[in-house]
Structures are given as C-alpha cells and as structure tokens.
C-alpha cells in the first residue's frame, strides 16, 4: 500500500493513500439485454415486471446497454483514469436455470470484459451476487432453502474456473442484508417476500453461501486473487430513553448477524435471543460456522448515511428508513419490528431521503478496524443520488455531489490518519442505473446516462473523480463548461 508522508495542506488538498479509485456497477442495474445469449430469468426480472413493483414499471430490461457498449464504457473508464472496476456477474448469464448447463456465451461475456480491462490496465474486482437470484431458484425456495448455498458453490466453481486465472479480488456477495431482509422481510426488493423467518434463514443460507464460495473460488482460482465479501454497514444513533437497547437491537440484525459468523465464526447470543420467537435457528447445522468463517483478505464496506433508532413507544408510526422502501408491507427488522423505531434525521439529505453524514464513514471505520484489527477494510460503494440538471450545452453542474464525495473522501482519510488499514475506494456509481425499487428515478453515476438515447455525459463529479484518480490528491470543486 502507498503511504502518506507528505503534509496536508487543507482538507481538499490531501494525500491520499488509497491504492485503488475506482467505480462499481451491479449486473441488473446496467447490463440490459435480458433476454440475451442465452441469459435466463432472475428474480429481479420477474420483480420488476410485476406492476406496482418498481417506480414508473421500469425494468432492467435494456438499462445502460453496458451489455452491449461495454469496451467504450471501459474506454471511458481508462479516460477518467480509474484503476480498478467492481463489477458483479449475473449468475443466470453463466448458469440460466441456478444449476445445471453453464452457458458459454456468459461465460464469455464477463471473459471478453475482464480481458478489456486487463488490456487497459484496469483491475477487475468482480461480485458474484448483487441480488439476481436465478428465479428457478426461487421457484424451489430461494435463499430460505440450504439448496440455494450449494447452487451457489457450483456456481462459484464455474466462475473460479473460468475467470480464477485474471480477477484481481472476489467479492462473494455484494450486501447480503438486502438480500434477505428486503428480500424476504420486507418485500420491497425481490422476491417481494414478508416472512420474518424466512428472512433469518435467508440470513444464514447467504453466509453459509459466501464461506462456500469462498472455498470454491480458492479451490478453481489459478491466478493469485483476494477475496472479499461486501457488507452495507448500519451505522446508528440512539434517541430518548432505552437508545442503547435499539441500538444495539439494530446493529445485532444489520451488521453483527453478518460479521459475527464470517469474521468470528459464531452468531452473537443477543441476536439469536432477539430473534427467538421467529424462529429457533434450527437451520444451522453443524460444521456450518466453521465454513462461513473463512479468512478474507479485505472486507468491503459500502456506505452512504447514518440511521437514528430508538425504543417503540406503541404510538408513532414505525419507520422502516432503510433506504429502499419500495412498494413493502413487511419488517426489515424480523425480532424488532415494533420494538424498535427508525426516527426522522436531521438534513441535509439525498435525493433518497437519506441524511449526509461523513463523519459516520470515519466512525464505521475506526470501529470496524477496532472490531476486527488484522482486517484491512475497503470502501466497496460511497455516493450520493441527485436530480441533475442538464446545463444548456449538456454540463451536468453536481456540485452537490462533488460536495458529498470530497467530504466522505476526507472523512476517510481521517480515518486513515487514526490508524485505519483501509485498502481502496470506489464511487457508487460509475454510470446513473437502475435503481431497484425506484427504477431510474435516482442518479448515483458520475457519468450520466439519457436512458431515452443511452448517451453517456461525464459530470463535473466524473471530471472532479478523475482529477482525484490521476493527482491522488483530493482535489477542489470542479465545474466544466
Ligand atoms: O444501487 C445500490 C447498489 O446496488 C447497492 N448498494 C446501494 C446502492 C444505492 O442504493
């Protein structure tokens, strides 16, 4: 890793130590051709068709196209200088039904891409699951069921083998905590489930799935990769009398559910306590916290905004804040529902509701270093949906998150001055994409996409990214033309 040695200036103008900058996508949210070269269907296909599902009925159908403009997507990516791209894989371009054949073409696909970014020097960093569950998959249960752990290691295999010789670093899977509470609780992701305790064994099945794919990839892998799983971290703030019971009410759901079986091999008491008139765990089996523990070489960290809980008082309306309502119905928070009330944040706010906060960024930081000290960290997605406006001439003047990415930048560089071992940063996103259960309503992309001509148009925040790629220096405001 490259360190700081120099002197700060000012909090715009520091050296920054992060070894890679970089931009990450997820398979639906930019892909498109979904009936394509023998893709089959994913859960998010049928989600998004369902009416009422997805703002405005939008699907993943066409997207950004990525499919299709992938080299000048890469091209574009080289111009801005960026030296890594995480990019996930959509298990039913490789394996359309979950199991059985694998397709060459998707093989091929994701084969053709990492060769581009090798030939231009750029890092493939690829996930394995950003939430496209092959739907005969759920059609036998989906990740409730143990089958969808052992469909998901031959799936591991396939891309080990396939890829294994040139992927700079695995990710397993890309948040599981949406997967299975906004999956399988909640309802607004799919599969548009509300079973609490489906949701806790969905829980379970993903890490037995990530520890499974982990020794899977290491076992077909013959290049020399990293392996990682990325988790999207709640970072929480108690209000009014009993805060510390909500808080650490939430943090055992979101976050200990996740870290305690990966990084310590166990499920800590207080959530198998919390969660014992869901269900009673019976679904995991011996040996399986001996598998899920596997030594990672970075754990991804994706985060975007603080929350703020505190003890239900029985009369305010309970607030999911979860950051992707969607059309729900169930509970995000399966043992807490009722218990626990996510209250209103103090702005400034996104364009998803969700309060800036660099600070949190730093906190999560240190404490996941202090948690957890031999394991070095990196930010797996930071950013900020805005509605941009297309300026006469076509500049996209965001300087609200031109603003939003120097101060969380900054916020992890203080982190790194505390001590923090963190390896890397990427944008979320790259380009604007669909947006889960808002469809392409919200833009994250420092590159906006006219999803009507699917031109791309780099926004000052692309110019100010790439003046951070190319000086590592957090650079001042940029505004181009
Ligand atoms: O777009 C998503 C991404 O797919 C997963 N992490 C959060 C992002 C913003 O909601």
Redesign the pocket.
């Known amino acids: 890793m490259f360190k700081a040695v120099g002197l700060y200036n000012n909090v715009w103008s520091v050296i920054i130590v992060f070894t890679v900058i970089q931009a990450?996508f997820?398979t639906y949210?930019v892909e498109g051709a979904a009936d394509e070269d023998g893709r089959g269907p994913s859960i998010w296909d049928t989600f998004s068709r369902t009416p009422g599902k997805v703002w405005n009925g939008d699907t993943g159908d066409v997207a950004c196209d990525h499919y299709h403009r992938w080299e000048s997507d890469l091209d574009l990516m080289a111009e801005l200088g960026l030296d890594a791209y995480r990019f996930s894989i959509a298990w039913s371009r490789i394996l359309p039904t979950g199991t059985g054949e694998i397709n060459r073409a998707g093989v091929d696909f994701y084969s053709r891409l990492v060769d581009g970014l090798l030939a231009r020097g750029i890092r493939p960093v690829a996930t394995l699951y950003?939430?496209d569950l092959p739907q005969p998959l759920e059609d036998a249960g989906g990740w409730p069921e143990r089958a969808t752990a052992d469909a998901f290691e031959r799936y591991a295999e396939v891309v080990g083998a396939a890829l294994g010789d040139r992927i700079h670093t695995w990710t397993t899977l890309?948040?599981p905590w949406?997967s299975a509470y906004l999956g399988y609780g909640q309802g607004g992701h799919a599969p548009g489930r509300h079973e609490p305790a489906a949701a806790l064994a969905a829980v379970h099945h993903l890490n037995l799935a990530h520890g499974r794919a982990i020794q899977a990839l290491r076992a077909t892998s013959t290049g020399a990769p990293e392996y990682s799983v990325t988790l999207?971290f709640h970072v929480l703030r108690g209000r009014g009398a009993g805060a510390d019971e909500a808080v650490r009410r939430i943090d055992a759901l979101a976050n200990r559910a996740f870290t305690g079986p990966m990084l310590r091999g166990a499920y800590p008491d207080d959530l198998l306590a919390d969660t014992a008139g869901v269900t009673d765990w019976a679904f995991v089996r011996e040996g399986d916290l001996a598998v899920i523990a596997q030594p990672i070489d970075v754990l991804g960290v994706?985060y975007?905004s603080t929350a703020t809980v505190s003890l239900w008082d029985g009369v305010a309306e309970q607030q999911q804040n979860d950051?992707?309502k969607g059309a729900a119905g169930g509970t995000a928070w399966p043992g807490s529902d009722r218990i626990v009330e996510f209250v209103a944040q103090d702005p400034p706010f996104t364009d998803?509701g969700w309060n800036i906060a660099p600070d949190g960024l730093e906190e999560l930081l240190v404490s996941l270093s202090e948690q957890f000290p031999q394991q070095p960290l990196m930010i797996t997605?930071n950013?900020a949906?805005f509605p941009d406006e297309v300026a006469p001439g076509g500049a996209v003047h965001d300087a609200a998150r031109v603003d939003y990415l120097q101060r969380h930048l900054t916020a992890a560089h203080r982190a790194i001055a505390r001590g923090v071992d963190l390896r890397g940063y990427f944008v979320?996103?790259l380009l604007d994409?669909?947006?889960?259960g808002?469809g392409y309503a919200?833009r994250?992309g420092v590159v906006r996409v006219d999803f009507d001509t699917l031109e791309r148009t780099v926004k000052d925040s692309g110019h100010w990214y790439a003046a951070l790629t190319q000086t590592r220096s957090i650079p001042a405001p940029t505004r181009v033309g």
């Open positions: 990450a997820g949210q950003h939430w890309n948040e949406c999207n994706n975007y950051g992707h998803m997605e950013g949906a979320w996103s994409n669909f947006e889960w808002y919200k994250f």
